[in-house]
């Protein structure tokens, strides 16, 4: 999707709901200027690394931003005036998220994306706020193991290690 075409699903809707949605899309592609986009469960979606960040989506008489239940708890007060169900924030159908309030909520949502690693399989990964991959690697019996890269705040590749059971590797 690029910024001069209107996703499929918002093409139906009336002008200004669709230019408050792709207003707020454009507001959190420039905090998070790597994010990739697609379509889930039919909303665009932006992801980080493969991480779903947040879906976007209107309705008849609201748009929805849905960061998931993680990020809304971790947006506490910046939630007063919106309508909040378990993973979904509400907005105005014809106006925009604003800028203030999209970077609370990008926060929130790569906060939720950092406390929801290490998985079960082992792999740990941790964000910089501008959704770029800050640290990447896996863990066996709680500590590291095998590759661990560690990544500046620009996507430059800061190190490599190898580690064996927590040790570091020849």
């Known amino acids: 999707m690029t910024d ?13 709901q669709q230019e408050a949605l792709l207003t707020t899309r454009k507001r959190v592609l420039r905090i998070v200027p790597g994010a990739d ?3 889930s469960w039919g909303m665009p979606t932006l992801r980080v690394d493969g991480d779903i960040l947040l879906s976007l989506h209107g309705f008849s008489d609201h748009n929805s931003v849905f960061p998931g239940a993680g990020a809304i708890q971790a947006l506490g007060p910046h939630l007063d005036g919106y309508t909040v169900t378990k993973g979904t924030i ?10 203030a309030f999209a970077r609370s909520l990008v926060a929130a949502c790569l906060t939720s994306l950092n406390d ?16 770029g991959v800050k640290v990447r690697g896996k863990l066996k ?18 190190r490599t290690r190898r580690y064996k059971l927590g040790k570091l590797a020849p």
């Open 141 to 158: 019996d709680g500590v590291r193991h095998g590759e661990w890269r560690w990544w500046k705040a620009d996507g430059e590749l800061a």
């Open 4 to 16: 001069e075409l209107c996703p499929k699903p918002w093409q139906e809707f009336p002008s200004k």
């Open 116 to 131: 929801s690693y290490p998985k079960r399989s082992g792999l740990y990964k941790q964000y910089h706020a501008n959704g």
């Open 90 to 99: 509400h907005f105005d159908r014809d106006r925009p998220l604003s800028v």
């Open 37 to 39: 986009e697609d379509l």
